[in-house]
């Protein structure tokens, strides 16, 4: 059976939302979902996912959480086939090759509606450029994501949902640790 990846919502940031790694793999797989590798700190995950599909798992990961770890926090998750279409979907190729810690791929849990992506980007005050496809928008920040204006917070605020953000780095390494276990 594929892979999936699970990407977490604001933990460990800022001192808020901590959660060792070793925790929530050990919550994965004792609610089923086994072989649970974490990248990183800052919660992404990629799991054996078993007969659910990726909606039903978020629930049951949001509630676990909440219940035996005490963090209530969004789950964001996707198959292996939809993190290479995410890949694939990329619009900003030179971005990624050149520079892609400033190439940010931000999830959602539903489709990110046209008119609020146009809404955005002519609400950008800066160099910042912003395309969605499907559940997934993709920010080109070529002045630095610190000091930006376009903000997770704007960005959640103008698409109407919330959503959590990763740089084209961290995708890669992603989908290698999706091809390595499959």
């Given at each position: 059976m594929p892979n999936c990846v699970a990407l977490l919502r604001g933990i460990?940031?800022?001192?808020?939302?901590?959660?060792a790694m070793a925790a929530l793999r050990d919550m994965f797989a004792a609610i089923g979902l086994p072989n649970a590798k974490s990248l990183?700190?800052?919660?992404?995950i990629v799991f054996q996912p078993g007969r659910q599909s990726p909606s039903a798992i978020e629930k049951t990961l949001e509630a676990q959480s909440?219940?035996?770890?005490?963090?209530?926090?969004d789950y964001f998750?996707?198959?292996?086939?939809?993190?290479s279409k995410?890949?694939?979907?990329?619009p900003f190729a030179t971005e990624a090759k050149k520079d892609p810690s400033h190439l940010i791929v931000m999830a959602f849990k539903d489709a990110v509606d046209g008119r609020a992506v146009k809404a955005l980007?002519?609400?950008?005050?800066?160099?910042?450029?912003?395309?969605?496809?499907?559940?997934?928008?993709?920010?080109s920040y070529p002045a630095g994501i610190g000091t930006s204006k376009l903000t997770?917070?704007?960005?959640?605020?103008?698409?109407?949902?919330?959503g959590t953000a990763r740089n084209w780095n961290t995708v890669?390494?992603?989908?290698?640790?999706?091809?390595?276990e499959a």
């Amino acid at each position: 059976m594929p892979n999936c990846v699970a990407l977490l919502r604001g933990i460990n940031v800022g001192g808020k939302n901590k959660i060792a790694m070793a925790a929530l793999r050990d919550m994965f797989a004792a609610i089923g979902l086994p072989n649970a590798k974490s990248l990183l700190q800052s919660g992404n995950i990629v799991f054996q996912p078993g007969r659910q599909s990726p909606s039903a798992i978020e629930k049951t990961l949001e509630a676990q959480s909440a219940r035996r770890l005490n963090l209530p926090v969004d789950y964001f998750v996707r198959t292996a086939a939809e993190w290479s279409k995410l890949i694939a979907a990329n619009p900003f190729a030179t971005e990624a090759k050149k520079d892609p810690s400033h190439l940010i791929v931000m999830a959602f849990k539903d489709a990110v509606d046209g008119r609020a992506v146009k809404a955005l980007q002519a609400a950008v005050k800066g160099p910042e450029v912003v395309r969605a496809k499907g559940r997934e928008l993709f920010i080109s920040y070529p002045a630095g994501i610190g000091t930006s204006k376009l903000t997770s917070a704007l960005i959640e605020k103008m698409i109407g949902q919330r959503g959590t953000a990763r740089n084209w780095n961290t995708v890669t390494k992603l989908e290698q640790l999706l091809t390595d276990e499959a």
